[in-house]
């Protein structure tokens, strides 16, 4: 499996009286025009998934729906286990129906996405320290069984970069 690891976009900046419940903070016009950009870098690059995975939070769920339209790549579903108040080794278990997918996207938020990364990386999710930018893509390959330590690093990559490939 090709396990594309995917940072929300630039979000407004927290605050609890624009925004009393955080996972309504939405994506800001500068960081879904951003995206756009690196979603069409991602499209130019033949970068396809089977399957999107987010966070249920807006300004995740905004940048999967980014994704869909503008890569090209399926439609979000659900998945609790990208929130940031979740634990990393839940995300792993979230990936168990999918072991037979070829490539699976999953869309959600910092600290969790790299303590992910690090987890499937190192079987540590403290150990690997990639920094996700938003709007950052990393791609590992993880064979089935799919466990914490069994993936293997094939690229990482800020959105300066997806935004250059789409010319």
Same mark, same amino acid.
């Given at each position: ?79 609790? *286990? ?5 634990? =990393?080794?839940? &995300?792993? /278990? $979230? ?6 997918? +070829?490539? #699976? ?24 320290a990639l920094e996700f930018r938003k709007g950052g893509? *990393? ?5 089935? =069984?799919?466990? &914490?330590? /069994? $993936? ?6 800020? +959105?300066? #970069? ?6």
């Amino acid at each position: 499996m090709q396990l594309y690891l995917v940072r929300h976009a630039i979000a407004g900046d927290h605050d609890p009286v624009a925004w009393p419940d955080d996972r309504e903070r939405p994506l800001t016009t500068e960081g879904i025009k951003r995206f756009r950009q690196a979603a069409r870098g991602l499209r130019a690059l033949q970068v396809t998934v089977d399957r999107v995975l987010s966070s249920r939070y807006v300004r995740a769920w905004q940048t999967a729906e980014i994704l869909s339209t503008v890569a090209r790549w399926p439609a979000p579903e659900p998945c609790p *286990a990208l929130e940031s108040d979740r634990s =990393p080794s839940e &995300a792993v /278990a $979230a990936l168990q129906p999918y072991a037979g997918t +070829p490539a #699976l996207a999953m869309v959600g938020h910092e600290p969790h996405l790299h303590e992910l990364a690090s987890l499937l990386l190192t079987a540590d999710g403290g150990r690997a320290a990639l920094e996700f930018r938003k709007g950052g893509v *990393a791609c590992l390959h993880l064979e089935a =069984p799919l466990r &914490a330590g /069994a $993936a293997t690093l094939l690229w990482h990559t800020p +959105p300066r #970069l997806l935004r250059a490939a789409a010319g």
